[in-house]
């Protein structure tokens, strides 16, 4: 009996090194974000508010073997609040999927005052040395230079009116970026969606002595795209300057049964600064050659451009990030939309970190403007945020 224990952990400690060793390059990281928040419905449809808890339970694994890596991030969230979940608002929620050839999230199991889901977040690999960058899998593509609106990036939009605006689907694709030389790369993409059809992208980017400049293109059997990237510094001033456009030309829906070509341009303007004083200041504007209504958006919430559906031609944003101290930061995003009637998004916010584990954040989403105006009809949200790193 004994000798048989002994082979059982002699084969244990064997399997553990092994494990040990093939994973010795295995980083792995799991944070829990719990969001509680007094929520208007964002459908002015629908004037109720509701109370909810949102959690996310997330698992990231970074392998890195010389020059290959690889890294999967995966999800289990869970929605608490019988009124929200049986709302209008929480079923558009719920029918956000990713646009990928194959399922990344289960089925939300019910159990009446929630609804819990799992899903996949990232999963890709690849292969980098000093000239040559491939990532193959289910992944964010970067592209555009705005810090709140990002018109030639239609595969990974951010929303910044939502409460983690930087929380996007992935794409399924093979990324390549060839570097030229010192001062210029080449990107290309290939990505599949839903229908099993294709997208393709490509970027060239140039690092000037006066500025960044880059020059992008995406093509898929809806939408055709040329944009244009411009970043640099004004002098000596630490004032950084950026624009962005893209001429679109993309097929939408007029009806629930007839669709349209429509054509428009859309860019920005926008710069930075950071006082000394720690006050950072960032001002963007956008302009649209078209603007939107509610009924056109609702119809074509499927489309891969719909983050480039706006009510306002003319938009003015100005964010404020000021650091207290290392623990404790203010920030304030104030977004003006100029149609018939103006309208304004406030967004406050205050975040304290108590250590490298330990994160909190109390917001707010102010909206202003008279009735018919894009966000006069929609209500107020505040909200607290608790994120648990170990």
Same mark, same amino acid.
């Given at each position: 009996?004994?000798?048989?224990?002994?082979?059982?952990?002699?084969?244990?400690?064997?399997?553990?090194?092994?494990?040990?060793?093939?994973?010795?390059?295995?980083?792995?990281?799991?944070?829990?974000?719990?969001?509680?928040?007094?929520?208007?419905?964002?459908?002015?449809?629908?004037?109720?508010?509701?109370?909810?808890?949102?959690?996310?339970?997330?698992?990231?694994?970074?392998?890195?073997?010389?020059?290959?890596?690889?890294?999967?991030?995966?999800?289990?969230?869970?929605?608490?609040?019988?009124?929200?979940?049986?709302?209008?608002?929480?079923?558009?929620?719920?029918?956000?999927?990713?646009?990928?050839?194959?399922?990344?999230?289960?089925?939300?199991?019910?159990?009446?005052?929630?609804?819990?889901?799992?899903?996949?977040?990232?999963?890709?690999?690849?292969?980098?040395?000093?000239?040559?960058?491939?990532?193959?899998?289910?992944?964010?593509?970067?592209?555009?230079?705005?810090?709140?609106?990002?018109?030639?990036?239609?595969?990974?939009?951010?929303?910044?009116?939502?409460?983690?605006?930087?929380?996007?689907?992935?794409?399924?694709?093979?990324?390549?970026?060839?570097?030229?030389?010192?001062?210029?790369?080449?990107?290309? #993409?290939?990505?599949?969606?839903?229908? =099993?059809?294709?997208?393709?992208?490509?970027?060239?980017? *140039? @690092?000037?002595? /006066?500025? +960044?400049?880059?020059?992008?293109?995406?093509?898929?059997?809806?939408?055709?795209?040329?944009?244009?990237?411009?970043?640099?510094?004004?002098?000596?001033?630490?004032?950084?300057?950026?624009?962005?456009?893209?001429?679109?030309?993309?097929?939408?829906?007029?009806?629930?049964?007839?669709?349209?070509?429509?054509?428009?341009?859309?860019?920005?303007?926008?710069?930075?600064?950071?006082?000394?004083?720690?006050?950072?200041?960032?001002?963007?504007?956008?302009?649209?050659?078209?603007?939107?209504?509610?009924?056109?958006?609702?119809?074509?919430?499927?489309?891969?451009? #719909?983050?480039?559906?706006?009510?306002? =031609?003319?938009?003015?944003?100005?964010?404020?990030?000021? *650091? @207290?101290?290392? /623990?404790? +930061?203010?920030?304030?995003?104030?977004?003006?939309?100029?149609?018939?009637?103006?309208?304004?998004?406030?967004?406050?916010?205050?975040?304290?970190?108590?250590?490298?584990?330990?994160?909190?954040?109390?917001?707010?989403?102010?909206?202003?403007?008279?009735?018919?105006?894009?966000?006069?009809?929609?209500?107020?949200?505040?909200?607290?945020?608790?994120?648990?790193?170990?």
């Amino acid at each position: 009996m004994m000798v048989r224990l002994l082979m059982i952990k002699r084969i244990f400690l064997f399997f553990h090194l092994l494990l040990y060793t093939a994973y010795a390059e295995f980083d792995y990281s799991i944070n829990n974000t719990n969001i509680t928040s007094s929520l208007s419905s964002v459908l002015p449809t629908e004037d109720k508010e509701f109370l909810y808890n949102y959690n996310r339970l997330r698992f990231q694994g970074d392998y890195i073997n010389e020059n290959y890596f690889s890294t999967i991030i995966a999800d289990a969230v869970n929605y608490l609040g019988h009124n929200y979940i049986n709302s209008t608002a929480y079923s558009f929620v719920k029918g956000q999927e990713s646009d990928t050839p194959f399922e990344t999230q289960t089925s939300f199991n019910n159990y009446y005052e929630g609804e819990v889901y799992a899903k996949l977040y990232r999963l890709y690999g690849g292969y980098e040395d000093n000239d040559n960058r491939i990532v193959v899998g289910l992944q964010k593509i970067t592209m555009g230079v705005g810090r709140i609106w990002t018109p030639s990036d239609i595969f990974n939009p951010k929303n910044i009116y939502a409460l983690e605006p930087d929380e996007v689907f992935g794409v399924a694709a093979i990324n390549y970026t060839r570097h030229l030389n010192e001062t210029s790369k080449l990107t290309v #993409v290939t990505s599949q969606k839903k229908d =099993k059809s294709f997208k393709y992208a490509a970027r060239y980017k *140039s @690092f000037l002595k /006066f500025s +960044d400049v880059a020059v992008d293109m995406v093509s898929s059997d809806d939408t055709k795209m040329l944009a244009y990237e411009l970043e640099g510094n004004l002098a000596d001033t630490g004032i950084e300057l950026r624009s962005e456009g893209a001429f679109i030309k993309s097929k939408l829906r007029k009806s629930l049964i007839q669709e349209e070509n429509r054509e428009f341009f859309q860019g920005i303007i926008g710069a930075d600064y950071g006082f000394e004083n720690g006050l950072t200041l960032v001002t963007e504007a956008l302009y649209s050659s078209k603007s939107f209504d509610y009924n056109e958006i609702f119809l074509n919430l499927d489309s891969e451009i #719909v983050s480039n559906l706006h009510f306002s =031609k003319f938009y003015l944003a100005g964010t404020l990030n000021y *650091s @207290f101290n290392i /623990f404790l +930061d203010a920030s304030l995003i104030y977004i003006e939309s100029f149609n018939e009637h103006n309208s304004r998004f406030i967004s406050p916010s205050l975040s304290y970190t108590l250590n490298d584990f330990n994160s909190f954040v109390l917001s707010a989403m102010l909206q202003h403007g008279s009735s018919g105006s894009e966000f006069g009809d929609l209500g107020d949200s505040y909200y607290f945020k608790y994120v648990l790193s170990f």
